[in-house]
T-cell receptor, first 113, second 117 residues
Framework: SQELEQSPQSLIVQEGKNLTINCTSSKTLYGLYWYKQKYGEGLIFLMMLQKGGEEKSHEKITAKLDEKKQQSSLHITASQPSHAGIYLCGALLNAGNNRKLIWGLGTSLAVNP | KAGVTQTPRYLIKTRGQQVTLSCSPISGHRSVSWYQQTPGQGLQFLFEYFSETQRNKGNFPGRFSGRQFSNSRSEMNVSTLELGDSALYLC????????????????FGAGSRLTVL
């Protein structure tokens, strides 16, 4: 099973609707990254979270890390066609030389105009 | 500043051949990581190079190899290609720090799409 579970696997929403993507780990995370990927292209960095309870926003996207540092959510408000793509979460387990970066399988988002 | 550059963007090979992919990191970034991305397996870590030394390695067979040059540019090679090697190969660079979470933020290239026939 995946060390980092993302849900839902895919999502189709109407333009203007809000949506939430979740990223869950069974282990306590040292840090959490959110990326967006256009189909067949590289990943674009969105945000990183490190502290339990931390919340960051950029334009209409808000990411949160829970207090236990095992779950993160990405919320998009008033979605637009430009938000379409694949959203991936990456988690940093430990720091220093024992650090390990793991990835969710991604959430494919389509926004219908 | 220029982003991470990967070449070639697309290539088609046949089984048994070998392929070399190239990656130029962001200026000042000393760490280069390689990933294989497929629809079913997602993003799979291949290896990481830092200052010309392999620092971490994923669970891929020995047919997958890489190297890093003194200017931080990196190449990866896949020998004896198999159909299952068809994938998007992504290169990412960062500062290479092991502690501060910000130093681990990866900047990705656009990828090299490999098709094995």
């Amino acid at each position: 099973s995946q060390e980092l579970e993302q849900s839902p696997q895919s999502l189709i929403v109407q333009e203007g609707k809000n949506l939430t993507i979740n990223c869950t780990s069974s282990k306590t995370l040292y840090g959490l990254y959110w990326y967006k990927q256009k189909y067949g292209e590289g990943l674009i960095f969105l945000m990183m979270l490190q502290k339990g309870g931390e919340e960051k926003s950029h334009e209409k996207i808000t990411a949160k890390l829970d207090e236990k540092k095992q779950q993160s959510s990405l919320h998009i408000t008033a979605s637009q066609p430009s938000h379409a793509g694949i959203y991936l979460c990456g988690a940093l387990l430990n720091a220093g030389n024992n650090r390990k970066l793991i990835w969710g399988l991604g959430t494919s988002l389509a926004v219908n105009p | 500043k220029a982003g991470v550059t990967q070449t070639p963007r697309y290539l088609i090979k046949t089984r048994g051949q070998q392929v070399t992919l190239s990656c130029s990191p962001i200026s000042g970034h000393r760490s280069v990581s390689w990933y294989q991305q497929t629809p079913g397996q997602g993003l799979q870590f291949l290896f990481e190079y830092f200052s010309e030394t392999q620092r971490n390695k994923g669970n891929f067979p020995g047919r997958f190899s890489g190297r890093q040059f003194s200017n931080s540019r990196s190449e990866m090679n896949v020998s004896t290609l198999e159909l299952g090697d068809s994938a998007l190969y992504l290169c990412a660079s960062n500062l290479g720090g092991t502690g501060f979470i910000g130093a681990n933020v990866l900047t990705f290239g656009a990828g090299s799409r490999l098709t094995v026939l």
